[in-house]
């Protein structure tokens, strides 16, 4: 018998439920279950999973076992028809089931408290535009122009959806909810949604629907409690949907066809080549409307208004949602949505948001995976521009260092491993920049985490200027993670943690890049080269936006987060000579170190603890180190070099420096040697992989220390020479590199380096 794997932990159970398809089984069943009523629901539950093996679960959908009333019918034979009108009026259409007990639908929670109207067939004409997804960045221009041609209004239904969840209603929760869980909205709720639009705007002669309906049982609801549908125009990509992901292109077509066919039955679907300019397009698309919609008459207009005004009424709609009613509307250009949003659908005005007092200053988004650098840009950003860096977490956590009411409620929130709301969030950052209103820019960074975030920022707060995407491999990443591992004590730093963060990080930034992308303001910048090169194209990006720096300041001779280029003064430069210590993991160069210090007098230095000590100060650096390291960056070269440069200014009239372990990288070693102190000698204590790794497995039998497994030494001592060989070879050829046996005792290695360093004209503090 196979063993089976238990499920320990949440992410398991998610992940289990998800690869069997169980909420789409759950989901289907319970429709079917309020729908069929059934006296004996077990026995009916059976039924619906035989039919389910037969099927397969992949191929269910909320109402499969709400198709037909009475005895469930094999599915082999449902015969493919679709739901009567009377039938469609029993469907409970929203996502929150009522108890098995209740016997009536329960009532709308949308705000009208109303049910879906029946038998109400809107005297309007409809217009359903649908596109193959390389025609999505002229859809919004066509709509417009159809819209200003006829005076038509425009219905697109992911507006429809922010506006009602905008709208505080009971509904609210559950279509966030729905969302959330990247769930399909039920059809139900979007014909009453529709329904409800129309009648508001019933001044309106017709209007053009986007983004519905998504089949043909959609269509036929419409076409039942709505209003009939004119025609339908397909706009056909001229490039044969090039460069569009095949799963994009697949799921279209999937609904495109079902949704054709239904139409084209009726002999109303115009299918038009996307080829030629804009303006070409439109022009066939106008004369093809020609044939459908004809003219409006100014009767036609007051008489349906008056059939659209008594059913306002019943439906409870006040009057002053209605136009007057002898207005033929014009609609001007910034009442139509002329823009496709991917994702929400959602337009760029404020529609019911709260009032926040706004901000001039541009403001930019900044993302990156962990080990992108982005933090590191950020601060080089905020070093040019003088830009304010905000960062939600560091906002959050200092709220509740306040100890106000609002702080305190924040730390019971995050106690309880509960979310933070948006709104709290979107006010904290608000609040932040109102406190630096004289204030240039803004950069946030690892802002937004999810596109809602982004959608409801400049909503309430200020629109994006720019969003700048820091791209890297992901073995870039885990390269980076994995060498920051050696050194930062970091539990996370692992390749299986690093790889489920880097799997949460695309699942959640990959919808916010589109959606920039699409909105025409992201820049996306390579970020598999050097600091330097990579803020050389963030100036040029910030150039083509007109941002500039209008004086460079530099405080001292320093910046705040490392040297510039300028010559040292004299009574900066360091005289004393400076040694590199290199050797791999458990070779024994800290031994080492410690001996040279005792013998001859010398300060050691390490990378690693000077930025430690650094942001236990609480300084203003030390806090952006911080925040660069939290957020798994590299930091600066120039930050590096500045604290090690202090750290040897502050000991005087010391002999000699030792840094052990440095340069990690070549970049870190040249750009030393040009801004600190010339190198006299790097001395590499040379070991075998087969003697480090015997000696830090048996350090690992008391050491307590996770990485001391043979698995992770092995990827340790990779990572080490990838990057240590181009530093050994660099100094080889510049003729300062000693390289030292470490496969001896202690006592006969120091030995070695007592000669080398006699070689050098080093003296004891003894001699």
């Not at 994009?248 to 066919?261: L, P, S």
């Not at 956590?397 to 409620?409: L, P």
């Not at 007098?601 to 236990?616: K, P, T, Y």
């Amino acid at each position: 018998m196979a063993s089976i794997e238990r499920i320990t932990t949440r992410d398991d159970a998610k992940k289990y439920l998800a690869e069997k398809e169980i909420p789409r089984l759950l989901e289907s069943m319970m429709t079917g279950l309020m729908y069929q009523r059934p006296e004996d629901p077990l026995a009916y539950l059976e039924e619906c999973i035989i039919k389910s093996k037969q099927t397969g679960v992949d191929n269910l959908s909320w109402d499969t076992f709400a198709l037909k009333k009475d005895v469930l019918p094999p599915l082999s034979e449902v015969p493919p028809t679709y739901i009567t009108e009377a039938e469609q009026d029993d469907i409970n259409p929203y996502p929150t089931l009522p108890p098995i007990t209740q016997r009536t639908v329960e009532p709308s929670m949308l705000d009208s408290e109303t049910e879906l109207a029946k038998n109400v067939k809107i005297p309007a004409k409809f217009i359903i535009i649908m596109s193959e997804p390389g025609c999505l960045s002229s859809k919004g221009h066509y709509i417009s122009n159809i819209c200003k041609q006829y005076s038509y209004f425009h219905i697109a239904l992911g507006h429809l959806i922010q506006k009602e969840m905008e709208a505080q209603s009971k509904l609210s929760d559950h279509l966030a909810f729905i969302l959330k869980e990247k769930k399909e909205v039920p059809s139900a709720i979007i014909c009453k949604l529709i329904q409800m639009e129309v009648l508001a705007h019933s001044s309106y002669p017709g209007f053009v629907v986007e983004g519905f309906p998504r089949s043909s049982f959609e269509a036929d609801v419409f076409e039942k409690h709505i209003g009939s549908v004119k025609v339908l125009i397909h706009l056909k990509s001229a490039d044969s949907n090039q460069n569009i992901e095949r799963s994009v292109i697949d799921g279209y077509n999937k609904i495109a066809k079902d949704v054709i066919q239904f139409y084209s039955q009726k002999s109303n679907v115009v299918e038009i080549d996307s080829i030629g300019s804009e303006s070409q397009v439109f022009n066939k698309i106008s004369s093809s409307l020609k044939d459908y919609i004809g003219t409006t008459s100014q009767q036609e207009v007051i008489e349906d208004q008056i059939t659209y005004s008594q059913q306002s009424e019943s439906l409870g709609l006040s009057d002053e949602s209605l136009p007057p009613q002898n207005h033929i509307p014009v609609v001007e250009e910034e009442e139509i949505f002329p823009k496709e949003d991917i994702v929400l659908g959602l337009d760029e005005r404020t529609h019911g948001s709260k009032s926040k007092k706004s901000i001039q200053a541009p403001v930019f988004f900044i993302l990156g995976g962990p080990g992108s650098g982005k933090g590191t840009q950020c601060a080089k950003i905020v070093q040019k521009y003088h830009f304010v860096h905000l960062s939600s977490g560091d906002l959050l956590r200092a709220e509740v260092e306040k100890g106000t009411e609002r702080g305190q409620q924040l730390e019971n929130i995050m106690k309880a491993g509960d979310l933070v709301p948006m709104e709290t969030v979107l006010d904290l950052i608000h609040d932040a920049m109102l406190s630096n209103e004289d204030c240039p820019g803004f950069v946030i960074d690892g802002y937004p985490r999810e596109l809602e975030q982004g959608v409801q920022f400049e909503k309430q707060v200020a629109p994006c200027s720019a969003c700048i995407y820091f791209e890297l491999s992901d073995d870039v990443m885990t390269q980076r993670l994995l060498k920051r591992g050696e050194t930062s004590g970091r539990a996370d730093d692992n390749e299986e943690t690093i790889k489920k963060r880097l799997e949460t990080f695309h699942n959640a930034t990959e919808p916010v890049i589109a959606y920039y992308k699409d909105k025409g303001i992201l820049h996306t910048i390579s970020a598999e080269r050097s600091i330097d090169d990579i803020f050389n194209d963030v100036i040029q990006k910030f150039s083509s936006l007109n941002i500039v720096n209008e004086e460079e300041i530099v405080p001292e001779e320093e910046s705040l987060l490392g040297l510039d280029d300028r010559t040292l003064p004299p009574e900066k430069a360091i005289k004393a000579p400076v040694f590199f210590i290199l050797g791999g993991p458990g070779s024994g160069k800290g031994t080492q170190c410690e001996k040279i210090v005792e013998r001859y007098n010398f300060a050691h230095l390490s990378s690693g603890d000077l930025l430690r000590a650094e942001v236990e100060k609480a300084s203003e650096r030390g806090q952006q180190l911080e925040t660069i390291m939290k957020a798994g960056d590299l930091v600066p070269i120039e930050t590096v070099l500045e604290l090690l440069h202090n750290a040897m200014l502050s000991k005087g009239d010391c002999p000699g420096f030792v840094i052990d372990g440095y340069p990690r990288e070549l970049e870190q070693g040249v750009q030393f040697e040009n801004k600190v102190a010339p190198c006299s000698a790097c001395i590499y204590f040379e070991l075998s992989d087969d003697i480090m790794t015997e000696r830090l497995l048996k350090r690992g039998e008391t050491s307590g220390r996770a990485d001391d497994n043979e698995e992770t030494i092995k990827k340790r001592l990779d990572t080490f020479h990838k990057a240590t060989e181009p530093v050994i070879a660099y100094y080889k050829d510049k003729g300062i590199l000693h390289t030292i046996s470490a496969e001896r005792s202690i006592d006969d290695i120091f030995n070695d380096v007592v000669q080398k360093f006699s070689s050098l004209n080093i003296g004891s503090s003894t001699e």
